[in-house]
């Protein structure tokens, strides 16, 4: 049984999609396709990386992770639980994030829990590079995008 009133943070589910601008170029924006009430639990943890770090557990550059010297990289894992929506059920986790309290989460899994149709726990993971949020789905490339209530 759902505990409906442990739904107390509003979410924003995003999804990249492709428009064109004013010249007629592609480019990518982020579209607001739903909120939603949900459930967080950041008791998942938190990790705390230096740049040598990282490098040393990725044996290598991490792509967009990549920071100068001296700064930390704080990954914050997040469970989001949603009321069972089928049109989340199936979540592209390179085309969706989550807004949340104004940060950006990454999607890395969603999970139909039992398969009862019952609610959607989403993982999702804020990567916060000395408090500038980064996004490793849209590399700096997209915008922000328009808003379409779901």
């Not at 509003?10 to 999609?17: A, H, P, V, W």
Request: charged fraction near 25%; include cysteine.
């Amino acid at each position: 049984m759902i505990d409906i009133a442990s739904y107390n943070q509003r979410i924003e589910i995003q999804q990249l999609t492709s428009t064109k601008d004013s010249r007629g170029n592609p480019e990518q924006v982020w579209t607001t396709v739903g909120r939603r009430w949900a459930k967080a639990d950041i008791s998942s943890g938190t990790a705390i990386y230096t740049r040598h770090e990282r490098q040393s557990a990725s044996a290598g550059y991490d792509g967009p992770e990549f920071y100068a010297a001296g700064q930390e990289l704080v990954e914050t894992k997040v469970m989001f639980e949603i009321r069972y929506a089928k049109r989340y059920e199936q979540i592209d986790t390179n085309e969706y994030r989550i807004i949340w309290k104004g940060r950006k989460y990454d999607i890395k899994a969603v999970n139909n829990e039992n398969g009862l149709n019952e609610k959607l726990i989403i993982t999702a993971i804020c990567k916060d590079s000395n408090n500038a949020l980064t996004s490793t789905q849209n590399n700096g490339a997209a915008s922000e995008g328009g808003v379409s209530d779901g």
